[in-house]
């Protein structure tokens, strides 16, 4: 008689078939039943409709933090408030006004209003003025484009670099393109390609089919408008 096989050991090698068979969720245990209580009040959700859904919420431009012409006109700031101070701490001690205070004062009381040095005086801040408002009252940021946002507290923006990116890789991609160079504009995007083979008009309403649907796809808040131009190229 030969003995009866035992159970396999523990450490023994799973079989090739054992290995194949997918992993599948374990059955959850049975929950005990909650207590009774007031019944749950869900809200339905919005009846939007499907160009509402897919506009979402617009998005703007985010504003610089104008870092550098900040700190250009506290220094100046800073500068000229140091040096009228100083001076006129010295002045309070019983020593004479410096020579460029004692010259400025007297060039401000004897020059006429129409003099050079008064008029290009003026002018410069002026422009200084008007460079400040033009900085204060616009976003900046130029260089980012912001994309439409599914709740209004969110807010994304996408580089005009990173955008021309993905509208060259999708114009790569149309049959004929050999070569495709992108331009991306806050309002309009300019796509020049050269084609190879086939009809350049039928590669041009590919080619713009194609880049509408990709700029369907980024969701700017302000999609800009494509201007597609093609040439042939036979060498």
Do not use: C, Y
């Not at 004897?110 to 204060?136: E, S």
């Not at 083979?197 to 800009?224: I, M, Y």
């Amino acid at each position: 008689m030969t003995p009866d096989p035992g159970p396999p050991a523990r450490d023994s090698a799973p079989s090739p078939r054992r290995a194949a068979v997918p992993l599948t969720k374990e059955p959850e245990e049975p929950r005990e039943p909650a207590e009774p209580g007031p019944p749950e009040h869900h809200t339905p959700p919005p009846n939007l409709t499907a160009g509402e859904r897919d506009r979402g919420h617009r998005t703007h431009r985010p504003w610089s933090a104008r870092r550098i012409p900040a700190a250009l006109v506290a220094s100046v700031i800073l500068v000229a408030a140091v040096a009228a101070l100083v001076d006129v701490v010295a002045v309070r001690a019983g020593r004479p006004a410096a020579a460029w205070r004692r010259h400025l004062t007297d060039a401000l009381a004897t020059r006429p209003v129409d003099d050079v040095w008064m008029l290009t005086g003026a002018a410069v801040a002026a422009a200084v003025g008007i460079w400040l408002i033009v900085l204060a009252l616009t976003p900046g940021l130029r260089h980012w484009l912001p994309l439409r946002s599914p709740t209004p507290g969110l807010r994304a923006s996408l580089d005009r670099d990173g955008t021309a990116a993905l509208l060259r890789d999708a114009a790569m991609r149309v049959p004929g393109v050999s070569k495709a160079r992108i331009r991306v504009r806050r309002h309009r995007v300019k796509a020049r390609a050269d084609v190879r083979f086939r009809d350049p008009q039928q590669v041009k309403d590919d080619l713009t089919a194609v880049l509408d649907e990709e700029r369907h796809r980024l969701a700017l808040a302000r999609p800009p408008r494509i201007v597609v131009r093609v040439r042939q190229r036979t060498h």
